[in-house]
């Protein structure tokens, strides 16, 4: 590569690199607050907090990449024009084909990223955020130990506790089993505490009663007791995952495999196969985002009055792309066989990238030509 090659391409890899960083640091911290709110008042611990919010970090790298590309490219290409960089460069023979080399190797470089993410770390970080979800979903902490609700860990059971301390002691606890047919059995306890043994975690109850009512003779009876053992085991039980989503699939399976892949995860066949595609999809989108950023602001040219009229414009193609592959996704899910529509829009991307190139690269306008008739003819 030429010297100015690595220099834009240096300018390009830094601008996306922050970018990148805000843009993450952004959804991720909004991600993470709302992990970090349900995870704690469940009772887990700040690792496993963090334990989630990383692996749900690919998944929001992954949104972002594209949008940091398109970010970089207009950042670079503005700052080379305001400075006149730009047109010193075009001054010495350089074409707007010729300086979009280092950009289009820049896109290349985040394709390529893209690639990793979306075919590699996405689906197992997903997958293995989905595992440790269902674990958590059926421990005791996220089953029992919420102080001021009242839950129902399984149908037929109400639990409530008023207070829980730091020592792990359970204040004012109030358990209702109504799962044997015909009686309902409710127990208080003033001091309570959650243990586990070999055989399951038991909740000790201190001082408190038993009041069992006989459905069919309307009768109640009260049983004070001092201490009183309960096993919760059936009430925090934890299941595997019976099946597999499809973004936990590999890419090779859905695309191959598309009804298959369906059937298991209880999708439409147009589901299975538009997620394998869009992992080749994705990266050609950020390729086209970087490329409708310094395209769109190498059409006016120079300008003491800067380009924001440009940086405008390219806004609103990546949002007329952005439209563009929203529109897509329902009839390629209705329909399996419409899938090379998923790539429609890098396809567009990529062709008003051309164009606008093609127009920066005209050699006259058609004012200006019109001007210089006028003054042969005159």
């Not at 989630?52 to 398109?70: G, Q």
Request: proline share 4%; with cysteine; charged share 20%.
């Amino acid at each position: 590569m030429q010297r100015f090659d690595r220099y834009v391409l240096s300018q390009l890899i830094v601008a996306f690199g922050f970018f990148a960083l805000v843009l993450v640091s952004v959804y991720w911290v909004n991600k993470a607050v709302t992990l970090f709110d349900q995870l704690i008042s469940d009772g887990h611990s700040v690792g496993v907090v963090m334990e989630f919010t990383a692996l749900s970090l690919p998944a929001v790298i992954t949104f972002v990449l594209p949008l940091s590309a398109f970010a970089s490219a207009v950042y670079v290409t503005n700052r080379l024009s305001s400075d006149s960089e730009l047109t010193v460069v075009q001054a010495t023979g350089y074409s707007p084909w010729r300086l979009a080399r280092p950009v289009f190797l820049f896109g290349c470089v985040v394709a390529l990223m893209m690639s990793m993410l979306t075919h590699l770390l996405v689906p197992k970080s997903l997958e293995q955020l989905r595992i440790r979800e269902k674990a958590l979903s059926g421990s005791v902490s996220a089953r029992l130990l919420r102080d001021g609700a009242f839950l129902h860990p399984i149908d037929g059971v109400t639990f409530y506790i008023r207070d829980i301390t730091a020592e792990g002691e359970l204040r004012d606890v109030v358990l209702s089993d109504r799962r044997t047919p015909g009686r309902d059995v409710i127990y208080t306890s003033e001091q309570a505490y959650l243990l586990r043994d070999d055989v399951g975690p038991k909740l000790v109850m201190l001082t408190g009663m038993a009041q069992t009512l006989d459905l069919e003779t309307r009768r109640l009876s009260t049983t004070n007791f001092s201490d009183l053992i309960y096993d919760v085991s059936g009430l925090v039980t934890s299941t595997a995952p019976t099946k597999r989503r499809l973004n936990y699939m590999s890419t090779w399976e859905l695309i191959t495999q598309p009804a298959a892949s369906a059937d298991e995860a209880k999708d439409s066949p147009g589901e299975a196969i538009e997620e394998g595609h869009l992992r080749f999809q994705l990266p050609l989108l950020a390729l086209a985002f970087s490329m409708i950023g310094y395209s769109a602001l190498m059409v006016g040219g120079f300008s003491r009055f800067g380009v924001t009229r440009q940086i405008v414009f390219a806004i609103g193609l990546l949002v007329f792309v952005k439209v563009l592959e929203s529109a897509v996704t329902d009839p390629v899910r209705g329909d399996y066989r419409l899938w090379p529509l998923v790539y429609l829009p890098s396809i567009v991307g990529l062709t008003l990238a051309t164009a606008l190139l093609w127009i920066a690269a005209r050699p006259f306008r058609p004012r200006r030509a019109r001007a210089h008739q006028q003054e042969a003819t005159a």
